[in-house]
């Protein structure tokens, strides 16, 4: 090896740092997890990419594909973005630790299900086998030639897990959502042509929130599971809350639920289980009331102001979009601009403005300011645009990353939602 080639193998060297070997069922290939500058990347010999289907596709989002090729010695090697696990290992986990999906992770995930089944038919690649895994960032993505022998084609895969997602979801728009794509995904030639109409019907069950790693139920052998049972108990409890009041008080009410649980004691005694249950019931019913009273001397207009669920759009893409500093003062005109990220900086701007009394067709009324939106120095970056609903992400030095969906309703744009990065509402 000349020195030219020496040197440039060693800056190369010096922008990625290796961190460990892996290889299947850690990840689709055998490789090197490494970290290239923020980003964790999965490093995988080209060699033993020689005549992968993945190489046909360019560009996509949901579909696993070469981010960069770099030089080493002795040959080359394929950047790709970090992989969490397989989708079918999520899948499981929720099933057996009886977590659940939340409605707008299954959104997430059926949506990026359907897209990259699109994408692989785009390609030319309808009967490529493969897995679906879960990118670091929370995003669905297919990944041509792994999941061993035993492996289906993007399609025939993906109806399985919506199938199982679905079923892990006490949502019924989500169900009646999920029957349409798999009946969808059964023709995938049509596929393209459905996306849109599909689509919507997801984004009406709910806003995006990025998949998060549901822990497994902590097993105790052959001791007594009275608190697991209760447990159990507690989220039909919930659950059928949720079917009798609007979606987003039965998430608050999940919520409180789970924060409960991590704070009881595990106890032996069956009675317990009882009491548990009873201060639950008192709890949820407290909250039901709580947040459905009108406040003092408002009546029939407060009632009639309670906010439904929030009903907005598409997956959790990558976070990694180009993000750059927002106007700080943006002309009240750009909330009607086709821009979404121009938008997204003139709403911002418009809630630093109104200080608590802000209109009520901005969205802005009523929510709690605080976290990167809240930061004079945010930046604004799009995550996803679905046309007249976009999902944009806010980063502040020394604040929560927050995650903005925006929609766009007549001639200018309105919030319908705003997440935690890690897909706890704000």
């Not at 193998?9 to 460990?20: E, N, S, W, Y």
């Not at 290889?23 to 033993?48: C, K, M, N, S, T």
């Not at 601009?337 to 809630?351: F, I, R």
């Amino acid at each position: 090896m000349d020195s030219s080639t020496r040197s440039a193998t060693a800056a190369l060297d010096a922008a990625v740092r290796r961190i460990r070997r892996i290889a299947p069922p850690d990840a689709p290939y055998p490789g090197v997890r490494a970290r290239e500058g923020d980003d964790e990347v999965l490093l995988v010999d080209a060699g033993d990419l020689i005549g992968w289907d993945g190489w046909r596709i360019d560009g996509a989002q949901h579909v696993l594909c070469p981010r960069d090729v770099m030089r080493r010695a002795g040959g080359h090697e394929v950047v790709f973005d970090d992989l969490r696990e397989p989708l079918d290992r999520a899948c499981g986990r929720r099933e057996e630790g009886a977590h659940g999906w939340l409605r707008g992770e299954a959104v997430t995930a059926i949506v990026s299900l359907v897209r990259g089944t699109a994408e692989m038919h785009e390609a030319g690649l309808v009967a490529a086998a493969g897995a679906w895994w879960i990118a670091a960032d929370g995003r669905p993505v297919f990944c041509c030639g792994s999941g061993g022998a035993d492996a289906g084609s993007a399609a025939d895969a993906a109806q399985e897990l919506v199938r199982r997602i679905a079923g892990a979801t006490d949502d019924r728009l989500v169900r009646l959502a999920a029957e349409e794509v798999v009946e969808a995904l059964a023709r995938p030639a049509a596929l393209a042509r459905r996306i849109g109409e599909l689509e919507a019907q997801l984004f009406e069950a709910a806003a995006p929130q990025p998949i998060t790693e549901a822990p497994a139920r902590a097993s105790r052998g052959g001791e007594p599971r009275d608190m697991d049972d209760a447990a159990e108990d507690g989220l039909g409890i919930a659950g059928l809350v949720g079917r009798l009041v609007d979606g987003t008080l039965a998430e608050a009410i999940a919520e409180a639920w789970r924060s409960i649980r991590a704070r009881l004691p595990c106890s032996r005694r069956a009675g317990r289980r009882g009491l548990v249950l009873a201060g639950l019931a008192a709890a949820v019913l407290a909250v039901v009331v709580g947040l459905s009273w009108p406040a003092e001397g408002e009546g029939e207009a407060a009632q009639a102001q309670v906010p439904r669920a929030s009903r907005a759009a598409g997956p959790a893409p990558s976070l990694a979009a180009s993000v750059a500093p927002a106007d700080p003062s943006p002309p009240a005109a750009e909330v009607g601009t086709e821009d979404p990220v121009a938008a997204a900086g003139a709403l911002l701007a418009e809630w630093d403005a109104c200080s608590g009394s802000c209109a009520e067709d901005s969205g802005l009324a009523g929510r709690t300011r605080e976290g990167a939106v809240a930061s004079p120095s945010r930046a604004v970056g799009l995550v996803d645009d679905y046309g007249s609903v976009a999902v944009v992400a806010v980063e502040a030095e020394g604040a929560d990353r927050q995650l903005l969906v925006i929609e766009r309703v007549g001639e200018r744009w309105r919030v319908r939602d705003l997440y935690a990065a890690g897909g706890a509402r704000s």
